[in-house]
């Protein structure tokens, strides 16, 4: 496995982990895990982090958004 495919397989778990972490749980370098993120995204494989919010828990669920 490259270590592009590593790093994106710790990065589709949990998106916040840190390089450090990334480079712990998959035995890279944390150089090696940020230059692979840095390809990533600059290859545009990845496209950004976004926070997945389940609002029927926020505000009791209120929030006025639509579900779409």
Known sequence: MTA???V???LT???RETTDDIARQT???VDTVEEAITEL???DI???YQAIVDWDRV???GSGR???
């Open 27 to 29: 035995g890279l370098s």
């Open 4 to 6: 592009a495919r590593e």
């Open 41 to 43: 995204e600059d290859e």
């Open 8 to 10: 994106l397989e710790v």
């Open 13 to 15: 778990r949990n998106a």
């Open 59 to 61: 505000d009791g669920g």
């Open 46 to 48: 990845v496209h950004g």
């Open 66 to 68: 639509s579900s779409n």
